[in-house]
């Protein structure tokens, strides 16, 4: 299988804050990487996939970027809506695993 | 907009089987895609169950694979999870979901099973 590990586990940031998750794979999955945002009794929703292309309807401050190996998911400036879990998950090979989740808590 | 909904019982013994469905509204299964469960235990992450495509073809997590079913009812636009000798571990929240390309586009709101006697 492959193991997906992000960074980190949790951080705390204010409304406001550029925020940048991690996301490493244990070998290469070229592109297909995706990631997802989980707020508190809800489902997990798309936000990227292909590790770049924005899923309709996602507000334009999240971003993805990398290929290989690392990925990186960004929030250019925090909205109170933001908080909550993201999760990434790799769709190169079955069986498609996802990280451990990075909590994302208000400051 | 499609919407998924799973329903099930909340409580299954221990070496019982667990049997969710998944009822799909706003999109015809017939049409495509892949369908499929993922799982999230307590304070944990995701794991992917399996997902099928309307057609029948499946693909399971080697790690359940002998003890999962997932299949597809078009006629009511609903397709099904059974797990079958569960134990403790298999306590989660488990999620419906539509996959295209291997990335899961939407998602049920969840159901919490727990196994307990």
């Known amino acids: 299988d492959i193991h997906m590990t992000q960074s980190p586990s949790s951080l705390s940031a204010s409304v406001g804050d550029r925020v940048t998750i991690t996301c490493r794979a244990s070998?290469?999955?070229?592109?297909?990487l995706n990631w997802y945002q989980q707020t508190p009794g809800k489902a997990p929703k798309l936000l990227i996939y292909?590790?770049?292309s924005l899923q309709s309807g996602v507000p334009s401050r999240f971003s993805g970027s990398g290929s290989g190996t690392d990925f990186t998911l960004t929030i250019s400036s925090l909205h109170p809506e933001d908080f909550g879990t993201y999760h990434c998950?790799?769709?190169?090979?079955?069986?498609?695993?996802f990280g451990q989740g990075t909590k994302l808590e208000i400051k | 907009q499609v919407q998924l909904q799973e329903t099930g019982p909340g409580l299954v013994k221990p070496s019982e089987t667990l049997s969710l469905t998944c009822n799909v509204t706003?999109?015809?299964?017939?049409?495509?895609?892949?369908w499929g469960w993922i799982r999230q235990p307590p304070g944990k992450g995701l794991e992917w169950i399996g997902s099928?495509?309307?057609?029948?073809?499946?693909y399971y997590n080697p790690s359940l694979k002998s003890r999962v079913t997932i299949s597809v009812d078009p006629s009511k636009n609903q397709f099904s999870l059974r797990l079958s000798s569960v134990i403790a571990a298999d306590t989660a929240v488990y999620y419906c979901?539509?996959?295209?390309?291997?990335?899961?586009?939407?998602w049920g709101q969840g159901i919490l099973v727990t196994v307990s006697s």
């Open positions: 979901a539509r996959s295209a390309s291997r990335i899961f586009d939407s």
């Open positions: 706003g999109y015809s299964i017939s049409r495509g895609y892949y």
């Open positions: 099928m495509y309307h057609s029948g073809s499946n």
């Open positions: 070998q290469s999955i070229s592109s297909n």
């Open positions: 292909g590790a770049s």
């Open positions: 998950q790799q769709s190169y090979t079955t069986p498609y695993t």
